[in-house]
DNA sequence: CTGAAAGCGCTTACAG
DNA sequence: CTGAAAGCGCTTACAG
C-alpha cells in the first residue's frame, strides 16, 4: 500500500495525496475529504525513509538523550514531551549509550531526518567542541554549560553546579560537620564544577581541606559498578580516602546510592557514622532509607525554559543564543546526622 | 556528499561502491581497498533512508522495549547486547511508551527497516492477538507467554510467574506469616498470573483467603504514580486494604518500592510491622533499606535463550516456535520478619 | 569482478 | 486547486 494506491482508489494524482497527508493548504475540502476516507479506510501510512529522503525540511523536533539508565534524564524527558503535546509538536526520542557520540548522531539526523531542532539531554563539550559547526539547525543543550563554546544556534539551560555544590556544604557545615570527603565524576563538566564548588565552601568555612579525601571515576568505572557490580571505585574510596571523615559530597544521587550501599555492608551506619549527600534529587532518593539528602534540580524549569529557547529559535533563527541558569533546592533528607 | 562523489573520487561505478560498502564478496581487493581510502578520507556515512528505501531484507535485529523506566528491561537490553555483539550482529534497540502499541510499531519497522527478527522486552497480548498474523519476520517475546497465541514465528521466553509467586507465599508462610495482602498490575497478563500463584500457596498452606485484601491497579495509576507522585492507589491499598496482614505480596519490586516508602511514611515499620516481597529482582532492590525480598528473574538466561532461538529461527525460518521457561531464584532480603 | 539503469515511495517545483 | 514529472540516495538484477 503506498501512495499510488490511495491515488488510484481516491481518483487522483499522487500529489494531491501528498498534499493531503501534510495538510497543506491549498487541497479542496471535497478532495480533502475523499483521501482521508480511502487513507483512513485503508489504514494507510506513509513511507517515512521515502518522505525523509525527499523531504528538504521537517517541523518536529528531536530530543537526544545520554544515558538509557539516567534517571534525572527521565524525568526531564516525560516533561518536554508534555511541554510538547501541549505545544502541538512532533518529537522523536532517541535514547543513546552513555559513551556514544551524541553530536555525530545529531549530524546524522540533520541528513536524514531534517528536524527543525534539536534538544540534547546531557553531552560531552568535547564532542561539541570538535564537530558541533556542522549543525546549523536550532539546538539546546539540557544540563550542560554551553556559553563559552560560542555556537550562535546553541543555547543551554543548567543548575548552577557550583553553587549548589557549595551550598550542600554549607549545609553539612551548618550541622557541625569539619571533616568532608568526596567522589565525583571525572571525565564530565559537572564533575570539576561541583567538586570545585565544594571545596570553595570548605574554604569559605575556614575548614581544612584535605584533597587526598576526593575521589574520582569515570565512565569506565560507573559501566562497572552498574553492569558488572563491580565497586573496586567504592572499596578503594571507603579503604584509601574516606578516613575520619563524618561527610562525603557525591556527583550525584546514582553514586550516593551505591555508596550508602557500601558504608552498610561495611558496617557504618548512615548518617550516625558517616553523612551522605547526593545532587540531582531524582525521585528515587525520596525512596533511600534514610531519605538522601540531596540537591534538587529543578526538571520542570529546566524542560521548560529549554522548550521556550528551541521554540523561539526556531521560529526566529537568527535570535542570539541563551545560556540561563536555572535554581535549585537543597533537600535535607535524612541522611545528613547532626553532630551539633 | 553520497555515494555518486565517492564513486567519482574513487574512479569507479556507484554499484561498485554499494558493493564495498555492504561488504559484498564479489569486489576486488585493489577496488576494495581504493573505495575504502575514499570513504575513510571523507569520513561518508550512507544516508540510510535510502538505504532502506531501496532494501529488501536487512540483517539486524530489532529490540522493541515497552517502557523506558523499567528496569528489568534495562537490564535485559544490556545483556541482549552484549551477546548481540558476540555473535556480531546489528541491532537498533527502539524505546516505547508504556502505552504504546508495539505491533503497530513492528509493522511499521517491517515495512521501513526491514529487521530479520524482532525481539519484544514486554507486550501486550491484547495488541499481539489483534495485528501480530501482519509480521512475518522471526520474533521472540520476552517475559510474556506467548505459546497460547498460535503464531509460529512468535517464540517466547518467560520466568513462571504463577510457581515464582507460589513459592514467594510459601516462604512467607515459612517464616510464620499467616495473613496475606497483595497488589498487583491488572492489565497484563503477568498480574493475574501472580495472583492466582499466591492464592494457590495460601490454599496450598490451608490458610484463610481473604481476597479484598488483594488490591489491583493499572497502567494509568502507575503513570500517576510515577509522573505525578499520586500515590492514591497505595494510601488506598493502606486504609482498606491492608487490615491486619503481616506481609504484602507485591506485583514487582516497582510498587513494592513505593509501597515500602508509604509504609514508612505512615510510622510502619519494614518488616517489623509488615513484612514486603517483590518481584523482578532488579539490581536496585539491593539497595533498599532493608534489602528487598524478591523473586529474582534469571535476565541472563532470559536474555541468552531468547536471542538463541530469535537467532534459530533467524537461520532456519521454518523451524517451530519455542516458549520457554527459565528458572528463578528467590532472595530472602530483610524486608520479610521472622514471626517464629 | 564491474557498470549502466531501473526503481524503492515519497515531495515539490512547474505548468496549467 | 490539481497532476505529470523530476529526483532524493541508495540497492540490485542484468549484461558484460
Chains 1, 2 share one sequence.
Not at 527543525?116 to 536550532?138: E, H, N
Not at 563559552?148 to 557541625?176: I, K, M, Y
Request: aromatic share 6%.
Amino acid at each position: 500500500m503506498t501512495i499510488k494506491d490511495i491515488a488510484r482508489l481516491s481518483g487522483c494524482g499522487v500529489a494531491t495525496v501528498s498534499r493531503v497527508l501534510n495538510n497543506h493548504p491549498d487541497v479542496s475540502r471535497e478532495t480533502r475529504r475523499r483521501v482521508m476516507a480511502v487513507v483512513d479506510e485503508q489504514g494507510f501510512q506513509p513511507n517515512t525513509n521515502a518522505k525523509h529522503l525527499k523531504q528538504q525540511a521537517g517541523s518536529s523536533i528531536a530530543i537526544i538523550v545520554k544515558g538509557t539508565q539516567n534517571m534525572l534524564f527521565a524525568d526531564l524527558v516525560e516533561r518536554i514531551q508534555a511541554l510538547l503535546r501541549e505545544a502541538d509538536r512532533d518529537a522523536s526520542v532517541y535514547y543513546l549509550d552513555e559513551d556514544a557520540d551524541e553530536v555525530a548522531y545529531a549530524l546524522q539526523l540533520c541528513r536524514e531526518r531534517k528536524p527543525a531542532g534539536i534538544m540534547f539531554l546531557g553531552g560531552d563539550r568535547k564532542q561539541f567542541r570538535s564537530q558541533f559547526q556542522g549543525i546549523t539547525i536550532p539546538c539546546v543543550l539540557l544540563t550542560n554549560i554551553a556559553g563559552d563554546l560560542g555556537f550562535d544556534n546553541l543555547s543551554s539551560v543548567t543548575t548552577d553546579d557550583r553553587e549548589a555544590s557549595r551550598q550542600a556544604v554549607r549545609f553539612l557545615a551548618s550541622r557541625g560537620h569539619r571533616e568532608f570527603a568526596g567522589i565525583f565524576k571525572s571525565d564530565d563538566a559537572q564533575g570539576p564544577q561541583r567538586y570545585h564548588g565544594a571545596l570553595a565552601a570548605v574554604r569559605d568555612e575556614g575548614l581544612p581541606i584535605r584533597d587526598r579525601r576526593f575521589a574520582w571515576y569515570d565512565s569506565e568505572d560507573r559501566r562497572r559498578l552498574l553492569e558488572e557490580k563491580d565497586g573496586r571505585v567504592l572499596t578503594d574510596f571507603l579503604q584509601n580516602r574516606l578516613g575520619d571523615a563524618t561527610a562525603v559530597i557525591c556527583y550525584n544521587d546514582e553514586i550516593a546510592f551505591h555508596l550508602v550501599q557500601v558504608l552498610l555492608a561495611a558496617g557504618r551506619r548512615v548518617p550516625e557514622d558517616v553523612s551522605v549527600v547526593g545532587y540531582d534529587g531524582v525521585p528515587i532518593s525520596d525512596y533511600l532509607v534514610p531519605r538522601l539528602a540531596t540537591v534538587r534540580q529543578d526538571t520542570q524549569l529546566l524542560a521548560q525554559r529549554g522548550m521556550e529557547l528551541l521554540l523561539r529559535s526556531i521560529r526566529r533563527p537568527d535570535s542570539s543564543p541563551v545560556h540561563d541558569v536555572v535554581s535549585f533546592r537543597l533537600i535535607p533528607g535524612e541522611s545528613v546526622a547532626d553532630l551539633i
